[in-house]
């Protein structure tokens, strides 16, 4: 199963692009990579997803580096309510059937 | 447009009582899944569902039960709360399995 890892907090200034790294060194060919995050006491909020070609969407970009083995989340202009944890997760296939599994994620909290 | 419902948004509960946690979705996703999220541990994910009538464990099933009767509801079934199980959960559908999740604003458990 291919895993993720996240720094376990990061900090930005607000106006100023948030950028989130996440490794999966072992994602495999058809894993995709997906990115949500959770707003405190909220449930988890979709943002992005991308197999191998970057991807941008009202939210975020998504870098996805060559070799697959890594991936950045772009906030481009980074607000007070962007604050959150942010979880990057790929596929896991298992007997057939696909389920979503969070890590531990990355606290982002963006000061004025 | 509702989304997804969960009911209740919290309940304090006797150890050893019955408890079932609503989960309700109006968009005729296929899939559907339950989390548990502790603080220090993050999502976990308890049961799936591919599609109505299939279900499947996650990484924390013990004590725990889902059924799905149909399409829309998704209910979760502790047969005989234990304190341990005081955590907030989270319900979550998707299209397809590992499509892009909507998750519920979640229920407060707390298991006395």
């Known amino acids: 199963d291919a895993k993720t890892t996240q720094p376990p907090s990061m900090d930005c200034a607000e106006g100023r692009a948030a950028n989130l790294p996440c490794n999966h060194s072992t994602i495999s060919g058809n894993e995709y990579v997906y990115w949500y995050r959770q707003i405190h006491s909220q449930g988890p909020q979709y943002i992005i997803h991308?197999?191998?070609n970057n991807e941008t969407n009202e939210m975020a970009s998504l870098i996805i580096t060559e070799d697959r083995k890594s991936s950045t989340l772009i906030l481009p202009h980074a607000t007070l309510r962007d604050t959150a944890v942010y979880y990057c997760?790929?596929?896991?296939?298992?007997?057939?059937?696909?389920?979503?599994?969070f890590g531990s994620g990355t606290r982002l909290s963006i000061r004025p | 447009i509702a989304g997804i419902t969960q009911a209740p948004t919290s309940q304090i509960l006797a150890a050893g009582r019955r408890m079932t946690l609503r989960c309700t979705q109006d968009m005729r996703h296929n899939a559907m899944y339950w989390y548990r999220q502790d603080l220090g541990l993050g999502l976990r994910l308890i049961h799936y569902?591919?599609?109505?009538?299939?279900?499947g464990k996650g990484e924390v099933p013990d004590g725990y039960s889902v059924s799905r009767a149909n399409t829309d509801d998704f209910p979760l079934t502790l047969a005989s709360a234990v304190p341990s199980q005081t955590s907030v959960y989270f319900c979550a559908s998707s299209v397809r399995l590992n499509t892009e999740a909507f998750f519920g604003q979640g229920t407060r458990l707390t298991v006395v």
């Open positions: 569902s591919n599609t109505a009538g299939t279900t």
């Open positions: 991308g197999l191998k």
């Open positions: 997760i790929v596929r896991v296939d298992y007997s057939s059937a696909s389920k979503i599994i």
